[in-house]
Nanobody, 116 residues
Framework: QVQLVESGGGLAQPGGSLRLSCVAS????????MGWYRQAPGKERELVAR???????TYQDSVKDRFTISRDVAKDTVFLQMDNLRPEDTAVYHC??????????WGQGTQVTISA
């Protein structure tokens, strides 16, 4: 099993920044890909950004050039730096990991609210 704990959400103004962190523990040797999804009220959960062990990153089009995913391998932590935030970025952000066996793990989520 893999446990994921997020932090760093909160309230920010449009144009502001937030940084999310996700610390992983457990059977991490099986993890191939990690990243962030988000779910806004009344909408489906969607991929925000992910990074695989080789360092390849993938971003949702709406966050490209505004969000940056990174990881600290030594600390089993993945980050999401969010800049130039918009009201439509408001959502619950979930940390996500995927194993080589295609098993997915999710964090409990952290609320991000963008409002003036």
């Amino acid at each position: 099993q893999v446990q994921l704990v997020e932090s760093g959400g909160g309230l920010a103004q449009p144009g502001g920044s937030l940084r999310l962190s996700c610390v992983a523990s457990g059977r991490l040797f099986s993890i191939y890909s990690m990243g962030w999804y988000r779910q806004a009220p009344g909408k489906e959960r969607e991929l925000v950004a992910r990074v695989d062990l080789g360092g390849t990153t993938t971003y949702q089009d709406s966050v490209k050039d505004r969000f940056t995913i990174s990881r600290d391998v030594a600390k089993d932590t993945v980050f999401l730096q969010m800049d130039n935030l918009r009201p439509e970025d408001t959502a619950v952000y979930h940390c996500w990991h995927r194993s080589y066996e295609s098993k997915e793990y999710w964090g409990q989520g952290t609320q991000v609210t963008i409002s003036a």
